[in-house]
């Protein structure tokens, strides 16, 4: 599983003190070639002649600014669709406004912080309400616990028991590669809530979601995550546990 996925096991004192990890979400990647096309379509229309230089100018850089932006949330949607489309799991109606995916690592001690806090303010005021959706999108980067800790979410989830587990995990972080999520602990952990042992441990040694689990790392890789946790709302990036307050001035505007 190692050669599949790149670990990380070392998180520097300054990432620690930010709230996880810097990095952004590489938009430029999808979209800046649409977006230069339409700029140059637009600029050499407004130009043909039909006003004045400084005035056709001054309303190209107006268009072009309008046709980046309109770009811009196309390019959001369709990334939305994509990562839509690849994550499992998902709390609150499918047909709610907005879509908050979750790029997480169950050893990472920020997005126990994030779900203990922002998380469940969201699933009280927004989920709750049928306004929001939130998915899960594994990110395990921080060594070989956070791979196995994944594949046994996954196996939880064949009982309809992934968000029972997840935030059973992340009540029992305990320091990162340091035993908390041995496969012994993580075999506990599902005798303990009640699963049907012999169907998880038969899929947790089977390693039955390392292709899955791999492609949605290679995927949120070429979205430019670099960090846990990272968000897409709607499209729209947020990077690190963020308090609850940064989501609302995001998610509020949506639902208007």
């Given at each position: 599983?190692?050669?599949?996925?790149?670990?990380?096991?070392?998180?520097?004192?300054?990432?620690?003190?930010?709230?996880?990890?810097?990095?952004?979400?590489?938009?430029?990647?999808?979209?800046i070639?649409?977006?230069?096309?339409?700029i140059?379509?637009?600029?050499?229309?407004?130009?043909?002649?039909?006003?004045?230089?400084e005035?056709?100018?001054?309303r190209g850089?107006?268009?072009?600014?309008?046709?980046?932006?309109?770009?811009?949330?196309?390019?959001?949607?369709?990334?939305?669709k994509?990562?839509?489309?690849?994550?499992?799991?998902f709390?609150?109606?499918?047909n709610?406004?907005?879509?908050?995916?979750?790029?997480?690592?169950?050893?990472?001690?920020?997005c126990?912080?994030?779900?203990?806090?922002?998380?469940?303010?969201?699933?009280?005021?927004?989920?709750?309400?049928?306004?929001?959706?939130?998915?899960?999108?594994?990110?395990?980067?921080?060594?070989?616990?956070?791979?196995?800790?994944?594949?046994?979410?996954?196996?939880?989830?064949?009982?309809?028991?992934?968000?029972?587990?997840?935030?059973?995990?992340?009540?029992?972080?305990?320091?990162?590669?340091?035993?908390?999520?041995?496969?012994?602990?993580?075999?506990a952990?599902?005798?303990?809530?009640?699963?049907?042992?012999?169907?998880?441990?038969?899929?947790?040694?089977a390693?039955?979601?390392t292709?899955?689990i791999?492609?949605?790392?290679?995927?949120?890789?070429?979205?430019?995550?670099?960090?846990?946790?990272?968000?897409?709302?709607n499209?729209?990036?947020?990077?690190?546990?963020?308090?609850?307050?940064?989501f609302?001035?995001?998610?509020d505007?949506?639902?208007?």
């Amino acid at each position: 599983m190692d050669d599949q996925i790149e670990t990380n096991e070392a998180v520097t004192s300054s990432e620690k003190k930010s709230g996880g990890s810097t990095g952004s979400i590489n938009w430029a990647v999808i979209s800046i070639g649409l977006i230069a096309l339409l700029i140059g379509l637009a600029i050499g229309y407004l130009g043909r002649g039909v006003i004045g230089p400084e005035a056709a100018a001054a309303r190209g850089t107006q268009t072009a600014a309008a046709v980046a932006m309109q770009t811009r949330a196309a390019a959001n949607q369709e990334v939305m669709k994509m990562v839509v489309a690849e994550a499992r799991h998902f709390k609150g109606d499918p047909n709610a406004p907005v879509t908050l995916i979750e790029f997480s690592d169950f050893q990472c001690p920020y997005c126990s912080a994030w779900n203990n806090d922002a998380g469940m303010k969201i699933e009280q005021q927004y989920v709750e309400s049928g306004k929001v959706q939130v998915g899960y999108f594994h990110f395990p980067f921080l060594g070989q616990e956070s791979l196995d800790a994944a594949q046994a979410a996954e196996c939880a989830g064949e009982q309809g028991k992934f968000w029972e587990f997840h935030d059973f995990l992340f009540s029992n972080q305990n320091g990162e590669n340091q035993g908390a999520f041995s496969i012994d602990n993580l075999k506990a952990f599902a005798a303990k809530m009640g699963l049907d042992t012999e169907a998880f441990n038969s899929c947790v040694d089977a390693g039955n979601y390392t292709d899955v689990i791999a492609k949605q790392v290679q995927l949120a890789r070429q979205l430019g995550v670099q960090s846990t946790p990272s968000f897409l709302i709607n499209g729209t990036p947020i990077v690190g546990a963020q308090p609850f307050e940064n989501f609302t001035q995001v998610i509020d505007p949506m639902l208007k």
